[in-house]
């Protein structure tokens, strides 16, 4: 009697081995699965053409103003347009109020540089290309751009003023490297 209680008290030593061999054999799982999985992930990840288009340097030098040119960011028309003076008055002057999704023209443009104008060339209703970069493209009521397909008109700042449009053009993230060139993205 006085053996099975030490093996009870002290455990029983196939237990403790057991246990052991579960332990080795799980963690022995855990990197066969992780290293099986770790290059199916790392597969996923954006390939280094890809992140080469993940931004794009625009020279604004040729640019004139009331001239607009088309880049393309992340597979995307991108409008960069030089707004005139009288461009950027009106689009100053628009009430908020008046639009369909209101947005002030300030909060469109970079401080200090409201001359310049940046949005995605995408309209919100369907998705089909606006008019409006060509000095012979039709630009709608409000001198932006305007979507032939059902009408939609966007004004200087790019906000959709008319049309079934439900939404204002994209602006892209930028930034000013200088004052004659911008990074997209």
Excluded at 58 to 72: E, N, R, S, Y
Excluded at 76 to 86: A, D, G, N, S
Excluded at 127 to 146: A, H, M, Q, S, V
Aim: contains cysteine.
């Amino acid at each position: 009697m006085a053996d099975t209680m030490t093996a009870t008290a002290h455990g029983d030593p196939d237990v403790t081995k057991r246990d052991f061999l579960k332990l080795v054999a799980a963690a022995g799982a855990v990197v066969g699965v992780g290293a099986v999985v770790w290059p199916f992930i790392d597969s996923m990840n954006p390939s280094k053409d890809v992140l080469a288009l993940s931004s794009v340097e625009v020279d604004l030098t040729p640019i004139t103003p009331g001239m607009a040119i088309t880049v393309v960011w992340r597979g995307k028309p991108t409008f960069v347009r030089h707004r005139t003076p009288e461009e950027i008055k009106s689009a100053e002057d628009a009430k908020p109020a008046d639009m369909i999704d209101p947005a002030t023209d300030a909060s469109r443009v970079k401080a200090g540089h409201d001359q310049w104008l940046v949005v995605i060339g995408i309209c919100t209703h369907l998705g089909c290309i606006p008019l409006g970069n060509k000095p012979t493209d039709p630009r709608g009521e409000y001198g932006g751009w305007f979507c032939p397909c059902h009408g939609s008109q966007y004004d200087t700042s790019g906000r959709v003023r008319h049309g079934p449009a439900p939404a204002n053009l994209a602006v892209p993230p930028y930034a000013f490297e200088n004052d004659t060139k911008i990074k997209i993205g």
